[in-house]
């Protein structure tokens, strides 16, 4: 009997319009074939699963529950290829007394609410207590 191929068919998970774009911030590219989008796409998802399991290795030897920049650039470190083109794109490791505490960003400029609305910082902050001459002066202009 004839024996059935069976054909898997391989979507790549990452966007493929993303990837795209990506490609085309190259002022080299102009145009991107859809063979070559669908390799790019594929070898960048192994190489991502590739290198995010050897930093949870390394995480998990240094017994930690959270990968993080520490481990990425171990894992960097050990795998030649990858020292080679990426160890110098990733960030530096701040020290800790360069580190400042926790700083909260300030807030962006405040746009104008729509009518009939109001920050939801209004909603938790506590009603500011108004003064007992402005009450008295309200309830004199409303008795005349």
């Known amino acids: 009997m004839a024996e059935e191929e069976k054909s898997e068919t391989i979507v790549p ?20 074939n859809a063979e070559a989008l669908f390799l790019v796409s594929c070898s960048t998802e192994l190489f991502l699963r590739f290198f995010a399991e050897q930093s949870a290795e390394i995480a998990i030897q240094k017994k930690r529950r959270t990968v993080k920049l520490e481990h990425l650039r171990i894992a960097a470190k050990k795998h030649r290829p990858t020292r080679d083109f990426l160890l110098d794109s990733l960030p530096k490791p701040c020290q800790q007394s360069d580190r400042p505490d926790r700083i909260r960003p300030e807030p962006a400029a405040e746009k104008p609410l729509p009518a009939g609305t109001r920050r939801i910082d209004d909603f938790f902050r506590k009603p500011a207590k108004e003064k007992p001459s402005e009450i008295n002066e309200v309830n004199e202009v409303s008795d005349s």
């Open 13 to 32: 998970e990452l966007p493929l319009g993303r990837v795209k774009k990506l490609m085309k911030l190259d002022q080299d590219i102009n145009k991107v």
